[in-house]
Antibody, heavy 121, light 108 residues
Framework: EVQLVQSGAEVKKPGESLKISCKGSGYSFTSYWIGWVRQMPGKGLEWMGIIYPGDSDTRYSPSFQGQVTISADKSISTAYLQWSSLKASDTAMYYC??????????????WGKGTTVTVSS | SYVLTQPPSVSVAPGKTARITCGGNNIGSKSVHWYQQKPGQAPVLVIYYDSDRPSGIPERFSGSNSGNTATLTISRVEAGDEADYYCQVWDSSSDHGVFGGGTKLTVL
């Protein structure tokens, strides 16, 4: 069974750093792009960026470029989303999602259950 | 950046047909994908490549895309279809994904 298992909920203070994870199983992890989607409380889905674990090529939405870092460790089939200095506005649910399809036609066919990040002083 | 516009809400009676639109400049030239999200759950892909259904998605769900509007159609709507629905495309000019704002489907 194809699965993405995300790390647990986090509660952090403004200014702290954070790295959350997404472990893939049941498929060839290095053959699919994997990305991150933000959902702020009561709001819609926002596409953040993706990484190709095979060669670590990354793409970011202009809205998130420079705000977060996406990385992957193919040896343990895990992708990461990282912040160097959290803000209260980073409070949200974060989903990882496998991207299927080919260039300019990518869609998200498998999703993790989400990681809740709460940033509060 | 490419913008997708969805109506905030659509209401439909059980057994009727719901149509949820997704507007974008010449969206007919892109591939549109649709996701269903129920409260407290992760999104689920219901339509990809405009009109293809993943395995396990009922035939009641269909999609179309032409001109400046893509449409998700849900036939014979059931109470269990009540959810938020999001369209998504790939913005080829800046090489990133884009979601519509989402539509809340209410089954009366």
């Amino acid at each position: 069974e194809v699965q993405l298992v995300q790390s647990g909920a986090e509660v952090k203070k403004p200014g702290e750093s954070l790295k959350i994870s997404c472990k893939g199983s049941g498929y060839s992890f290095t053959s699919y792009w994997i990305g991150w989607v933000r959902q702020m409380p009561g709001k819609g889905l926002e596409w953040m960026g993706i990484i190709y674990p095979g060669d670590s090529d990354t793409r970011y939405s202009p809205s998130f470029q420079g705000q977060v870092t996406i990385s992957a460790d193919k040896s343990i089939s895990t992708a990461y989303l990282q912040w160097s200095s959290l803000k209260a506005s980073d409070t949200a649910m974060y989903y990882c999602a496998r991207h299927a399809g080919t260039g300019y036609y990518y869609y998200m066919d498998v999703w993790g259950k989400g990681t809740t990040v709460t940033v509060s002083s | 950046s490419y913008v997708l516009t969805q109506p905030p809400s659509v209401s439909v009676a059980p057994g009727k047909t719901a149509r949820i639109t997704c507007g974008g400049n010449n969206i007919g030239s892109k591939s549109v994908h649709w996701y269903q999200q129920k409260p407290g759950q992760a999104p689920v892909l219901v339509i990809y490549y405009d009109s293809d259904r993943p395995s396990g998605i009922p035939e009641r769900f269909s999609g179309s895309n032409s001109g400046n509007t893509a449409t998700l159609t849900i036939s014979r709507v059931e109470a269990g279809d009540e959810a938020d629905y999001y369209c998504q495309v790939w913005d080829s000019s800046s090489d990133h994904g884009v979601f519509g704002g989402g539509t809340k489907l209410t089954v009366l």
